[in-house]
Each structure stands twice: as C-alpha cells, then as structure tokens.
C-alpha cells in the first residue's frame, strides 16, 4: 500500500477494515523528493532504517539506526516525503 503527498509524520501501522476483518500494514519505507531527485528510506522487520541515494551511493544502502530515533518527516538532505510504503503486517 501507497499513501502520496502526505504532510504528516507516517504512523509506524495503520489498520483498515475489509469486508474480511481488520487488515494491519506496517510502515516499510518512504520515498523523498527534492531539488528534481528522489530519495528512499527502507524500514526492515527489526525497524531498522536504511537510507539511499541512488545518485551518490549507488545500489547500496547506509544503516542509520532505529526508527524510533530518526525524523522520517526529512531525509538527511531535507527532502520531504513524497510517498509512504506499507507492507501487511505478519
């Protein structure tokens, strides 16, 4: 699941309710953009972050720590977010 354009920090899950019960997803990543140039961040299972630059870093990602210890709401350039990910939760 996508959520685009959002000015608000990402809430870490969200639950929506199907015709099947509550469905839970869990924030896996964001898509920045800044100065004509996007940015993601990837949110792993054990909430770790990741951050990369494709421009600068290539295909490699750079560990930045805990989620609960990073403003998600500016990448480490001040870009903002673009898009939020989320994956079902497990």
Known sequence: MAVAFIETPPDESITLD???????????GIIY???????ARYIDHDNVVWFNDGMIQGRRAAREGL??????MNDPNGKVPDAFV???CT
């Not at 199907?18 to 896996?28: E, F, L, Q, R």
């Not at 953009?33 to 996007?38: D, K, R, T, Y």
């Open 67 to 72: 989620l609960e210890h990073i403003n998600m």
């Open 18 to 28: 199907t015709s099947n019960g509550p469905v839970c997803y869990k924030i896996a």
């Open 33 to 39: 953009f800044g100065n004509n140039h996007f940015t």
């Open 86 to 88: 989320y994956r079902r």
